[in-house]
């Protein structure tokens, strides 16, 4: 950087005549509702510091005023440095869309943060603006330990429905939340109702390395009973450990675990109508805050393991447990279903309608109750490649640009990827991937045509285009349900099959049938 010898040396950056413009700008500057910093283009010292960065960042003016922005507390362990700077002199801007800080009373917070170089009245100045992205960064952390904890959910469905025997079902169930939920290792204990109360591992998966030899586990009031397992044996409520390092429950076998990686640890209880069975130990290899939708998620999926173990204990309630495996796939979706709703505001409740007109125009077209709720259950979460695109695209009060419509063209691929190697009894991942499709070969992502498109997938683009036009969106009010119908006549055999949108029309027309609210 320059050492302020020349281009204005010593000057200040701010003007000091007082306009209406000045004035103004200073109104703006005072209120802004994003941090504002304006440095000497030429010193980087720090001129001026508005209200918000303040409270933002705990730190008093007088520790702004003066200083090189890397000389700042908050600043100095982050990337904004010396070498910054030259590249902004060079380049004439900055910026970094996700800047940790921690601000002076110890607060992790992320920012976007950007600097600009400009000329204000032959003054170089720079403008370095802060915005604090912390909820929507916790946000999209936790929709993504949900999606994570949701596909754990989905794959220890097909575990439990699949799994011939019980030591099959207690390691295949390790092996899923460890390689699909990406967590370090995790291992199943029985708790012994007799003698010392230990606990027996039965299965594990992971980093194991021998953690459950030396790291003994029981469930009384002992020492080796205080830990997370022991707790949620004894107790019979899910306990969580955020940081292994520091947590006084996790002592006795502390130096074991960090050893191999364990950072945080949640215990889920093995619950059943007569008792416990034991408890589900799961490791991460990172210090987790366990969010409330995940440990909801995981102590559900604990649940259905301790309701498989008894089943596969008690053959004669086999087809009470099948029909209880397929409702819990089920919740799955109708949890994916809600994920998708939150995350895309432009039209809540679209999936649920949906599925609604699916289900009665496959009634008329003759359909067997199986088929039928085959096609409810896509139609429920045929939106489900959405949790891969971008947040913002669905919260925009405005039509979408060619490139981000794109993007959002993709969500029938993806969705088809995220469900592909689900066990369903009926075709829903290929569904899912066709619900954009039409006849005449126009649509995506396959350009599929006439008989190569499954009946369903039919039903379900006629359905979708009927919801979509009739309802309210974020970008545009509801055209109506007379336009929609409209829509799909106008274009009979042409996109749309002819009996799936003769059976919708007469729904609407001749039966009084109303979409759900």
Known sequence: MSNGNQHGAGKSSLPSSA????RRYRQLFETAQDGILLLNAWTSQIEDVNPFMIDLLGYTRDEFLGKRIWEVGVFENTSLSMEAFVDLQKKGHI???????ETKDGQQISVEFSCFLSNYDGVAVIQ??????????????????TARALKVISDTTTVLINAPDEWELLHAICRVIVETGGYRMAWVGYADEHGGKHVQPMAHYGCEDGYLKVAESTWAYTDLGLGPTGNAIRSGELQFVEDISTDPRMKPWRAEALKRGYHSAIALPLRHASGLLGCVTVYGSAAETWPVEERALLQELADDLAYGIITLRTLATYRKNEAALR??????IQAIAATIDQRDTTSPGHQRRVASLCKEIALQLGF???????????????????????????SKPRRLSAKEFSLIQEHSSLGFEMVKDIQFPWPIAQIILQHHERINGSGYPQGLKGNQLLPESKILAVADVVEAMSSHSTYRPALGIKAALGEIVAQRGILFDGPSVDSCVKLFEDKGYKLPE
């Not at 910026?95 to 800080?101: A, G, M, Q, S, T």
């Not at 409702?327 to 799955?332: A, D, F, G, V, Y």
């Not at 429920?380 to 913002?392: I, M, N, Q, S, W």
């Open 19 to 22: 306009t209406e413009l000045d």
């Open 95 to 101: 910026r970094y869309d996700n800047l940790p800080l």
């Open 128 to 145: 370095c603006t802060v915005r604090n992205i912390t909820a929507q960064v916790l946000a999209e952390k936790a929709l993504r330990i």
């Open 327 to 332: 409702n819990s796939l089920e919740q799955s």
């Open 368 to 394: 067997s109750e199986d088929r039928i709720h085959g096609l409810h259950l896509a139609a429920t979460f045929h939106d489900v490649g959405k949790l891969r695109v971008p947040a913002e695209l669905f």
